[in-house]
């Protein structure tokens, strides 16, 4: 096990949170744009891709947004790539309206100030595919992206927690 987390806070409302997983070192791609606005990124899961396909015509009219490409490696979750640059509070308006978006996603995108998109393949996966376009204006793929490499579970994790509320 090579990941060990703890927050411990204890003012006036008390939380202990520990999860011991092992993790395996992903490469991704981050929303923030070099220009300060951010790519659309979102992370659905639990869903069928007619579902999805009517749910991203949805957001995509009700923000403006160009073409989305949709990928998966495993049925019934998907990562949409939409290459318009917004807000990031906007890009955060976007993600709580899907209603498959995976929640964590949210969250760490709400902490970190810009989403993450897996490019690599988690181990025991097979290698992302494009598996639909979302036509609409045309927003290419730009020539320049910043690449990080982060760490998420791998399997099983042990989550032991406690909060007490005064």
């Known amino acids: ?10 003012p006036s409302h008390g939380v202990f949170y520990m999860n011991i997983s092992k993790v395996q070192t992903l490469m991704g ?5 070099d220009n300060g606005l951010h790519f659309v990124f979102l992370d ?10 009517i749910s991203l015509l949805e957001l995509q009219k009700e923000f403006d947004l160009g073409e989305m490409y949709v990928t ?10 939409c290459f318009d640059r917004v807000e990031f509070r906007t890009l955060i ?3 709580a309206r899907c209603p498959y978006t995976d929640i964590d996603f949210l969250r760490w995108t709400a902490r ?19 598996v639909m376009t979302v036509l609409g204006r ?10 990080v490499k982060y760490e998420t579970p791998q ?10 509320d005064v």
Not at 44 to 53: A, H, I, Q, T, W
Not at 138 to 147: A, C, D, G, K, M
Not at 155 to 163: D, E, N, R, V, Y
């Open 1 to 10: 096990m090579r990941n060990l987390s703890l927050r411990l806070e204890l």
């Open 29 to 33: 791609m981050n929303s923030k744009t």
């Open 44 to 53: 659905c899961d639990s869903v069928r891709l007619n579902e999805l396909s």
């Open 72 to 81: 998966s490696d495993t049925p019934g979750n998907y990562r949409v790539w």
């Open 93 to 95: 308006q976007i993600i």
């Open 112 to 130: 970190k100030g810009c989403a993450t998109m897996r490019l690599s393949t988690k181990t025991g996966r097979t290698p992302q595919d494009v």
């Open 138 to 147: 045309e927003n290419p793929i730009p020539p320049s992206v910043e690449l």
């Open 155 to 164: 399997g099983k994790s042990i989550k032991l927690g406690a909060k007490k």
